[in-house]
């Protein structure tokens, strides 16, 4: 998103008259941003001033105390990442784990997203360098990386998405779309601040060690899996079960105390938000009752798997009488009437 402001900002602002080859982007170092200073041209500057402005990441939101609510595309259609977005979600999971598409076609979805300001998190089909690398390198708000079973797993994953000597990322930021295509100069020092890590803790070899998981520098969020965690402990056709139940509940406890001794106390370590899935047997509102950071509600397939549904539904129960349509239109002409209105 940052990148993408940074990048319209370098074309839309006029270029100044003493120096006739200006480097591609102005120096961010004590320079004020041509927006601020009011160079843009008067009617461009009210259309792009909402567009240029950062919108505040996901790790400020929930810093400062935001809920923030999400949905999971898995069609990998732009069309309904947009509508999305659109219809006012807080972010949106690109899920390459369980979705057909790959990094062309999260792409197209990141596009999307940033065209309409709402932040994109990709779901890694595993959590290891070269996704991840390809991932960051598309200048996602964040990523959610599956199956982290211990506190060393934990810290592979952030590895990851950390250049050296912090972390094993590999660095093509001057050419990469995270980076403006190398237009956008403050990347490097703010990618790592801004970008959102999240672990997915969904076996329960994982929930063993979710409080250690989540003591990991660098893990923002703990995304407890509840369908999967059924699938280890024995119940695949039964995720509702009350063992499932008691076990996610515990999860959660360990890391809500964390969050709540680390506010109190305001040490230096790390303890990472709760963020987690709705389910049938547990939907969203309850989750955000619970304390959960993040929650995400619905999958864009099911959600438009249940309207078809209901529409086909509603079509096949549909029964008229011979005479009821237009006995309809009659009884809705006596009610116009007798409100005093009436237009054909």
């Known amino acids: 998103m940052a990148a993408a402001a940074a990048f319209l900002s370098h074309i839309l602002a006029p270029k100044p008259k003493t120096q006739p080859n200006p480097s591609p982007l102005a120096s961010r170092r004590g320079a004020t941003p041509l927006l601020r200073r009011g160079r843009l041209a008067p009617a461009i500057s009210a259309a792009a001033s909402d567009l240029l402005s950062p919108a505040p990441s996901l790790k400020a939101r929930l810093a400062a105390g935001d809920t923030l609510y999400g949905l999971f595309l898995l069609s990998f259609s732009p069309t309904l990442a947009e509508l999305a977005a659109l219809a006012g979600y807080d972010y949106v999971v690109v899920d390459m784990e369980h979705g057909p598409g790959g990094i062309p076609d999260a792409l197209a979805c990141l596009r999307a997203l940033d065209a309409a300001r709402t932040p994109a998190v990709l779901r890694l089909p595993e959590a290891s360098p070269v996704w991840a690398k390809k991932a960051l390198d598309l200048g996602p708000a964040g990523l959610m990386l599956p199956a982290v079973e211990s506190p060393a797993a934990a810290a592979a994953a952030v590895s990851h998405c950390r250049y050296p000597p912090r972390g094993v990322r590999g660095a093509a930021h001057p050419i990469v779309r995270a980076s403006a295509y190398g237009l956008d100069d403050s990347y490097l020092s703010r990618c790592e601040d801004e970008t959102l890590i999240i672990c997915q803790v969904e076996t329960a070899a994982g929930i063993a060690e979710v409080d250690a998981i989540a003591a990991v520098d660098g893990v923002d969020v703990v995304q407890m899996g509840p369908l999967d965690l059924s699938a280890s402990m024995g119940y695949l056709w039964d995720p509702g079960n009350r063992k499932v139940r008691a076990t996610l509940r515990e999860a959660e406890r360990k890391v809500l105390e964390a969050r709540k001794k680390k506010a109190a106390a305001a040490s230096d370590g790390n303890a990472a938000f709760l963020g987690g899935f709705a389910m049938p047997n547990d939907p969203p509102e ?42 309809e239109e009659e009884d809705e002409k006596e009610e116009k009437e007798s409100d005093g209105y009436w237009s054909e």
């Open 286 to 327: 309850q989750l955000k009752l619970r304390g959960y950071h993040m929650v995400a509600g619905a999958v864009d397939i099911g959600l438009f798997r249940k309207a078809a549904l209901d529409d086909v539904k509603r079509f096949r129960e549909a029964v008229m009488e011979i005479g009821e349509e237009g006995d």
